[in-house]
């Protein structure tokens, strides 16, 4: 089975740094993607994490803990463009399959 | 171009009747699939197809059945569509099968069920 939690709704500030937590009990776990969604549109692939440690991709950054079944998404110097869903997905061998949390909505005031 | 094309964007029909959401995608590959999203955006995994084979199918009511014609097409058909079909059908692709590769979403059709 699989359950992936996220915080339902964030709001930060333009220009500050966010951290959006998820959570995940996925057995054959074999990977953890983030995802964003802007209101009325596809979600797009923004970071994966198969190892533990950090990733880093501009102004976004992903990180895992396996042992913890832990992961993060970093957003930095948050533009008002950033305000969208971020939705953690963990990747299970057995089903080959990819489970999603149901998203973090991110809200970016000036 | 777009990578991941889905027809049509809207879908409004009444309960009892049969309708179809064509995707085709132009990235050469070889999996595609079939998510549902919610109204509390909670997306989740109806069907894949792999080189036109399906390899998982989810709990989704036997209504609903996944058609892929060849590796770049994967439609949907619904049967005697029901008010709680209502939700935001996504077809995605992944260039393998395996998990590392990041699903390419179409822009999504939403289908509303009167």
């Known amino acids: 089975g699989q359950n992936i939690d996220q915080p339902t709704e964030m709001t930060a500030t333009e220009g500050a740094i966010v951290q959006i937590n998820c959570t995940y009990q996925?057995?054959?776990?074999?990977?953890l993607f983030w995802y964003q969604q802007h209101a009325g549109e596809a979600p797009t692939f923004l970071s994966y994490n198969v190892l533990d440690g950090l990733e880093e991709k501009g102004r976004f950054s992903s990180f895992l803990s396996r042992s913890k079944g832990y992961s993060y998404l970093l957003l930095k110097e948050l533009q008002m463009k950033d305000s969208a869903s971020y939705l953690c997905a963990a990747y299970q061998t057995g089903a080959n399959n990819l489970f999603f949390g149901t998203g973090t909505r991110l809200t970016v005031i000036p | 171009d777009t990578a991941v094309s889905q027809t049509p964007k809207y879908l409004v029909t009444q309960m009892g009747n049969d309708k179809s959401i064509k995707c085709e995608q132009n990235l050469g590959h070889d999996t595609m699939y079939w998510y549902k999203q919610d109204s509390k955006k909670f997306l989740k995994i109806m069907f894949s197809?792999?080189?036109?084979?399906?390899?998982i199918n989810e709990t989704v009511p036997n209504r609903f059945s996944p058609k892929s014609p060849d590796k770049a097409h994967l439609n949907l058909h619904i049967n005697s569509l029901e008010l709680g079909d209502s939700a935001v059908y996504f077809c995605?692709?992944?260039?393998?099968?395996?998990?590392?590769?990041?699903?390419?979403f179409g822009n999504g059709t939403r289908l509303t069920v009167t």
């Open positions: 996925t057995s054959g776990f074999n990977g």
């Open positions: 995605a692709s992944s260039q393998e099968r395996g998990g590392s590769s990041p699903l390419h």
């Open positions: 197809y792999n080189n036109k084979e399906l390899i």
